[in-house]
């Protein structure tokens, strides 16, 4: 059900971008890749706070379904944190004619956040599955979410002005269709990343369950 | 390469990775189901025999 919505909204977002929405006068057609672009760097900051959400929760309640929670949750951010990086890339090489600038602090602090929650994975691994582990994953997904505001406002706050804004104080940069399609899109990606983390979660404590089965079952 | 070719780039990069994911979640999946199918099969053998 969420898998077939997601489906359908990225279906009407992908229509709405490329057919309904009129081409931009400044950036011309490579500003379509906005559409998708902004939405993904949204949800993978939603799937990062969503993670700490449920570490905080792990830590606070002691329940330990809320390490895979947070664990999937991270993995998603991370999957769409990566596409954030590889769409804004190409974005940034048809608009200024370099894949990267070192100068715009938006994106070196995107790729921060990035890099510090691809590094969770290479803390998780690193420690036996166990309490130990999902504490420690809990407190470093934690520590991680103080980085979201940083980077979500770090455009706002820098003066190099290089990374266009999407909104500002005066509101959202963009009127009528182009508005439309750009909610569109950020819906479409929200339920898309749902779906996502649902079937992933699925499939772990579908795992999980069938590991614990087969040990009872052989011993 | 043109403005134009940057946007398919981009769009084709989303459903690529987003293809690759959900082929990963299927392999899993046909793997828990030879797993599920495995135990079922243990557990037919485990009662009967005892």
């Known amino acids: ?219 | 390469m043109s403005q134009s070719d940057y946007v398919v780039a981009a769009y084709a990069v989303i459903f690529v990775t987003l293809l690759v994911y959900v082929a990963i979640i299927a392999a899993k999946l046909a793997r828990l189901e030879r797993e599920t199918a495995e135990l079922a099969e243990l557990a037919r053998k485990r009662s009967s025999g005892g």
Not at chain 1, 48 to 72: H, I, M, N, P, T
Not at chain 1, 87 to 110: D, M, P, Y
Request: glycine share 8%; net charge neutral; with cysteine.
């Open chain 1, 1 to 219: 059900m969420v898998a077939a919505a997601a489906a359908g909204l990225v279906g009407i977002a992908i229509v709405l971008a490329f057919l309904v929405a009129p081409e931009d006068a400044d950036q011309g057609i490579s500003q379509r890749i906005f559409y998708f672009h902004v939405p993904i760097a949204l949800t993978a900051y939603a799937c990062f706070g969503w993670g700490a959400w449920k570490a905080l929760l792990l830590l606070w309640k002691g329940d330990e379904r809320y390490d895979l929670e947070s664990y999937v949750a991270v993995h998603q951010g991370t999957i769409f944190g990566a596409l954030t990086l590889a769409t804004g890339s190409i974005w940034a090489k048809a608009s200024w004619g370099h894949w990267w600038r070192w100068e715009s602090k938006q994106l070196v602090l995107f790729l921060v956040l990035f890099l510090f929650y691809s590094a969770y994975f290479m803390l998780r691994f690193s420690i036996e599955e166990g309490p130990r582990r999902a504490n420690v994953s809990a407190v470093y997904a934690l520590f991680g979410v103080a980085l979201i505001p940083i980077s979500f406002l770090a455009i706002r706050l820098a003066e190099d002005f290089i990374h266009p804004t999407t909104f500002t104080r005066e509101g959202p940069q963009m009127t009528g269709t182009m508005f439309v399609a750009f909610c569109v899109g950020w819906l479409a990606m929200s339920v898309l990343a749902y779906a996502l983390y649902r079937v992933e979660l699925l499939g772990k404590r579908l795992d999980a369950n069938l590991r614990e089965l087969r040990e009872a079952l052989t011993t």
